[in-house]
């Protein structure tokens, strides 16, 4: 299927780090004067030098005429990326029908991003709403097949897809949440939400009500019954882990991440797998154990799971020897 590239803008999101946007960059010189692309950039911190200095550093990148067509925005304040990157996804869409996200720590091929215009593009034509991710647990297709579309109940914001359509829903959903006293009560016919465990519930109840930008997704996507769509072998990945200048990945890459995508994700099959419950089971239980962090074996954030549970009972014995 060929797509009206135009109708799909790409942001890549910066702040203070020239390598990465300088990667970013690399990642879609193939593909930058087809899609319209911006670089987003948060304002500096007050009397953060280094923050001017790397930001001035990424304005001569794209000062090189190669990067002629990349329009940049750039705040004057700090905003902190749970009010910026959603200020640059209200501003984009106000120009285009859809707009990929791509965190400076994302890396993503330029095959790989017109997959998910494809698949955003022919949600639309369907009557879908359904944010597009690149995200999955499995990296290495064994046998061969091609990569497949599924629906999954998490977002995450290691590289996704958004319409316009979908921006109107979660802005609905976000104003309606600023006036209700607890989450139980956005959640009054989500089937979603009704379906997760008691202790499930618990997790997602304590990060709604941070108020962090993609947690926020998640609360539209469980308040509206709203599916994301995703591979079934990802077709990106985020680098961003262990870097001191992280906002929320300081800790060490997950090992589902570490293997390199292989072109091959990059092929997608035309029908879905909807019917084969038992791979749809396990990949739910990846994405939950994973990078959804609601599992029994991993949560993010460590603040339930066995392995939590394994480690409190051991230091609990050391300190009684």
């Known amino acids: 299927m060929s797509v009206d590239l135009t109708e ?73 990326c749970d009010k910026h990157i959603p200020n640059t996804i209200e501003e984009i869409l106000g120009n285009h029908n859809f707009v990929l996200i791509v965190e400076d720590d994302v890396s993503v091929a330029s095959q790989a991003l017109l997959e998910m215009a494809n698949k955003m593009i022919a949600n639309e034509n369907e009557g879908k709403i359904n ?24 977002f995450t914001a290691w590289g996704y897809g958004l319409s316009r359509a979908f921006w109107k829903e979660h802005l609905s959903v976000q104003s309606e949440a600023s006036v209700v006293e607890v989450v139980d009560d956005l959640m009054r016919e989500s089937k979603v939400w009704m379906e997760l465990s008691s202790r499930r519930q618990e997790i997602w109840r304590e990060r709604l009500l941070r108020g962090n930008y993609d947690y926020q997704i998640q609360q539209t996507l469980f308040a509206k019954n709203i599916e994301t769509v995703t591979p079934v072998f990802r077709i990106l990945t985020n680098h961003g882990h262990g870097d001191a200048r992280a906002s929320h990945t300081k800790f060490g890459q997950p090992s589902y991440l570490k293997e390199k995508v292989p072109e091959s994700n990059y092929v997608f099959h035309s029908s879905r797998i909807e019917k084969n419950r038992l791979l749809l089971l396990y990949l739910h239980f990846l994405d939950s154990n994973t990078w959804a962090g609601d599992g029994i074996f991993s949560v993010r954030g460590r603040t339930f799971g066995f392995r939590t549970l394994f480690r409190r009972l051991f230091n609990k014995k050391s300190l009684n020897r």
Do not use: C, H
């Open 8 to 80: 799909v803008a790409v942001a890549i999101i910066g702040f203070n780090r020239p390598d990465f946007i300088r990667m970013r960059l690399r990642d879609l010189e193939q593909i930058v004067d087809k899609f319209p692309t911006y670089v987003s950039l948060d304002g500096p911190r007050t009397n953060r030098t280094e923050d001017i200095e790397a930001q001035n550093l990424i304005m001569e990148m794209l000062n090189d005429s190669k990067y002629s067509k990349v329009k940049v925005i750039k705040r004057n304040a700090n905003y902190g």
């Open 131 to 154: 944010p597009v991710l690149g995200i999955s647990s499995l990296t290495r297709n064994g046998f061969g097949v091609k990569n497949r579309w599924r629906y999954s109940k998490y």
